[in-house]
């Protein structure tokens, strides 16, 4: 789930969200590509969550026609998702992305069955 836009954010929420062990600020901006100097601050609206863009098409005979100008967000660690991956309409992960078919940006159609936004293959546009 992303971080609070505003506010106090403690070491243990930065922890819970980059998936760290450890309780540096240092160790836990570099787990999530930061740079320094650090500072809480730039974890505001932070998410561990992958960012892509797809289509909105869900119609199968028509998906690599379509544009991808929609940000989605994804539980893997690849820049695009992958089949197991769950994929969100949020980056806090609290909705899925609907049943349906949809293409990626980088030209590939990711089917999404069963209601928990989980993808089941990549298949290359042809």
């Not at 005979?61 to 197991?84: D, E, I, L």
Request: net charge negative; charged share 10%; hydrophobic share 25%.
């Amino acid at each position: 789930m992303a971080l609070q836009s505003s506010g106090s954010i403690s070491i243990s929420q930065i922890k819970a969200e980059v998936g760290g062990s450890s309780s540096s600020l240092r160790t836990l901006s570099a787990a999530a590509g930061k740079s320094a100097p650090d500072g809480m601050q730039e974890f505001y609206n932070y998410s561990s969550y992958q960012t892509f863009y797809g289509s909105t098409i869900t119609n199968f005979s028509q998906v690599c026609n379509q544009t991808t100008g929609t940000q989605y967000w994804h539980s893997g660690n690849s820049t695009y998702p992958v089949a197991g991956d769950t994929v969100y309409t949020n980056n806090s992960g609290s909705a899925t992305l609907g049943n349906g078919t949809y293409k990626t940006a980088n030209s590939y159609i990711m089917p999404i069955s069963g209601g928990s936004g989980v993808v089941s293959s990549m298949t290359e546009c042809e």
